[in-house]
């Protein structure tokens, strides 16, 4: 568990790590108001960490572990590497309970667990880490989503039931359905019918047709119908 810490951004905001993590993923970047190795990384980590991934729900913070003021923090950092990301001054107990130096990162996932620990700036594996983990159903932050996407039903094989998880993005409220059909088309049951908002949906199958009688083993199909999009997987029931 990710030992938790709290207090104002240099923006006048609050912060609380284990409430943040909640809803975002966190990259802990360790940093010094006036550290120059960390000024040279601050132009990388704005693009190609903060901006690359917040809209993936990434939530960068620059932790000053140098105890520097806000007004330290916007003229020595802030303002000259252009960051855009959020600052927590006045953090060196944070760092002292982390155990991290200057130009350390720790990335924290939404189970409040510690993800990621490197004690220097390495780009590609900070990226892996956010890439598996903005990509991870459980981790996944409940960001809006960019376009439809159908995931994988979990377990697969299954039985006696499995999850099928999907995103929606429409401009405005849509009808849509969730259907399972088998291996030569015949619907089996709709697992969903309702109108949809930009947004993450869950369902669970639990191997019943749309009788409630137990569906036999087999592999079966399962796909939305929603306005534009077209998509289908494959799945396996083994009694």
């Known amino acids: 568990m990710a030992p ?3 207090g104002a951004l240099a923006n006048g905001t609050y912060f609380s790590l284990h409430k943040i993590v909640e809803d975002s993923i ?26 690359k991934y917040v809209d993936y ?26 960051s855009s990301y959020d600052f927590l001054p006045f953090a060196g107990n944070v760092g002292y309970v982390y155990g991290r130096s200057v130009s350390s990162f720790v990335v924290v996932g939404r189970d409040k667990v510690v993800k990621y620990v ?5 780009e590609s594996s900070l990226q892996e880490t956010l890439n598996t983990l903005t990509t991870t159903v459980g981790e996944k ?11 994988e039903n979990t377990p697969n094989p299954f039985n006696p039931s499995t999850v099928i998880e999907f995103e929606v993005k429409v401009s405005e409220p849509s009808n849509a359905e969730l259907i399972v059909c088998n ?9 969903f019918s309702e109108q949809v908002r930009s947004g993450f949906y869950s369902v669970t199958w639990d191997g019943t047709n749309s009788l409630g009688e137990q569906a036999p083993s087999g592999i079966y ?6 306005p534009n999009y077209s998509d289908a997987k494959r799945m396996l029931l083994l009694r």
Not at 183 to 191: C, N, Q
Not at 221 to 226: I, N, T
Request: with cysteine.
């Open 118 to 122: 490197k004690s220097y700036y390495d």
């Open 141 to 151: 932050p409940k960001v809006v989503p960019f376009d439809f996407f159908l995931y």
């Open 4 to 6: 938790d810490f709290n």
């Open 57 to 82: 729900g990434v939530k960068v913070v620059g932790v000053d572990i140098w105890d520097g003021s806000v007004s330290l923090l916007n003229s020595l950092f802030i303002n000259p590497t252009q």
């Open 221 to 226: 199909f399962y796909r939305p119908v929603l």
């Open 183 to 191: 291996a030569v088309g015949v619907r089996v049951k709709t697992l």
């Open 26 to 51: 966190v990259a802990l970047f360790f940093m010094g108001y006036n550290c120059g190795i960390c000024k040279s990384h601050a132009p990388d980590i704005e693009q190609n960490i903060h901006r």
